[in-house]
C-alpha cells in the first residue's frame, strides 16, 4: 500500500477553504504494482524523455517546471488520456480516508492525530481486503518521508496499534501488516507514491465540492474497494470519512 495525502493534517486551524484532510492508499499485489511501474515509465519516457520526473499534483495542475509542456493543450491531452488508461486498466485499490478537519477539532477538542487515525483506518481495511484468513500474505506500507520526528512519532504510534490491535482488528490479525514502515524521500522516485498523490487531490476536490464535475474522480471510481469487490458501495470501506 502506497500511502499520500491531500491537505494538512494539522486540525488546530482549519482552513475553511480546504477544510478536509485526506489520507490514500493504492494497493497492488507484487506483480500487478511491476505492471504498474513499468507502464508509468513507459509513459514519462514518451513525453518527457526520461523516467526521472517526478509527478506531483500541484506542479502538474500548475504546468510548472517540466510540466510547462503542459501549456500546449495538445500535449496534455495526449498527456491525460494516456495516464488516464494507467487509471483504469491497471490492477489496484483504493482505500481513502477523509478528515473533516473541522469536525474533528469539534468532537476531538484536544486531540491532533488525523494522520495517525487516517492510518489506522487505511490498515484496517487493508487487512480487511486482503481477507482475515490469509495469513499468507503481508502488507507493506510505503509512506513518503515528512521529516524525522514526525516519521519516528508515526513509527511509534503504527508499532503500538499493531501490537495491541484495535477496536475492529486484533492483534493476531494485525501480524498481516510488516512490523515496519517503508519510508522514501521524493527523490528516490517512488511511482507508487506518485500516483498515491495523483489520486489523492481528485478524492480531496471530490468532498469539497461534490456537486461539480470531477472528471479524474470518475476514471478511478471503480478502483475503491467495496462490499461487491469494486465499483459500488465503498462508503465506508474503500472510502471513509471521519469523523
Known amino acids: 500500500m502506497f500511502i499520500d495525502e491531500s491537505g494538512e493534517a494539522n486540525i488546530t486551524n482549519p482552513d475553511p477553504r480546504f477544510n478536509v484532510f485526506v489520507l490514500c492508499g493504492v494497493v497492488f499485489s507484487e506483480d500487478g504494482y511491476k505492471h504498474f511501474d513499468a507502464e508509468v515509465k513507459k509513459l514519462k519516457n514518451k513525453f518527457f524523455g526520461n523516467e526521472d520526473i517526478i509527478f506531483h499534483s500541484f506542479e502538474m ?62 490498515c484496517e481495511r487493508g487487512i480487511s481486503l486482503l481477507g482475515k484468513k490469509n495469513k499468507q500474505h503481508v502488507l507493506h506500507l510505503c509512506l513518503e518521508k515528512r521529516g524525522k520526528c ?18 475492529y482488528i486484533s492483534t493476531d490479525e494485525f501480524k498481516m501488516c510488516y512490523p515496519r514502515l517503508h519510508f522514501r524521500g521524493k527523490d528516490e522516485n517512488t511511482n507508487g507514491l506518485q500516483f498515491a498523490d495523483l489520486i489523492a487531490y481528485p478524492i480531496a476536490r471530490k468532498q469539497l465540492s461534490p456537486n461539480l464535475p470531477q472528471p479524474t474522480f470518475d476514471i478511478f471510481d471503480e478502483k475503491f474497494y467495496s462490499r461487491g469487490g469494486r465499483g459500488n458501495e465503498y462508503y465506508g470501506l474503500g472510502l471513509k470519512h471521519f469523523p
Not at 510540466?67 to 494516456?82: H, S, V
Not at 512519532?153 to 503500538?160: E, I, S
Open 61 to 122: 495542475r500548475g504546468k510548472k517546471d517540466a510540466f510547462k509542456i503542459f501549456q500546449d493543450p495538445t500535449i496534455m491531452k495526449d498527456f491525460y488520456n494516456d495516464i488516464g488508461s494507467i487509471f483504469k486498466t491497471c490492477e489496484y485499490w483504493v482505500i481513502s480516508c477523509v478528515v473533516n478537519k473541522q469536525k474533528y477539532k469539534e468532537i476531538y477538542p484536544y486531540k491532533n492525530h488525523a494522520y495517525e487515525d487516517a492510518l489506522t483506518f487505511l
Open 150 to 167: 514526525k516519521d519516528s512519532q508515526l513509527k511509534k504510534y503504527y508499532t503500538n496499534f499493531i501490537k495491541y490491535g484495535t477496536e
